[in-house]
Each structure stands twice: as C-alpha cells, then as structure tokens.
C-alpha cells in the first residue's frame, strides 16, 4: 500500500470546539482553504500562528496526517 500526506484544516476559539475547514494534499492547498475561509487571515502555518483576522476571533491550525491510498 502506497501512503501519502495530507493537511487537515481546523479552525477553533480557544478552549472551544473544533471544526474542520478542509483537507488539502498540499501546504499550499491549505492555505489556500485558510485564504478562502478567512480573508484577513494572519500568520504562517510553519510558525503555527493563524490567526483569522487582527481581533483573532478564531485560531487555525493545520494538521498533516498520513493516510493510506
């Protein structure tokens, strides 16, 4: 069986509920969900500090997971 990656995207408040965004095969794939989602969007995913707008109403994170094709 072959493996690949993929980076799930949740947004959350903190010590709050989870909800996935999306799955991407690619970093780049998730920020662009992260983009479309959340226009203001700040921070970088390698710094793992998504932030959705300056008032940080929500926190991102992006998760990569391996899974089995």
Do not use: H, W
């Not at 072959?2 to 970093?27: C, D, H, S």
């Not at 226009?39 to 940080?56: V, W």
């Amino acid at each position: 069986m072959k493996e690949m990656k993929v980076y799930r995207v949740f947004k959350f408040n903190p010590f709050g509920k989870e909800e996935l965004v999306g799955i991407a095969k690619t970093e780049k794939g998730a920020l662009a969900i992260l983009k479309r989602e959340f226009p203001y969007m700040r921070g970088k995913i390698e710094n793992k500090d998504l932030r959705s707008d300056a008032q940080a109403t929500y926190c991102r994170d992006v998760r990569e997971v391996k899974v089995e094709d």
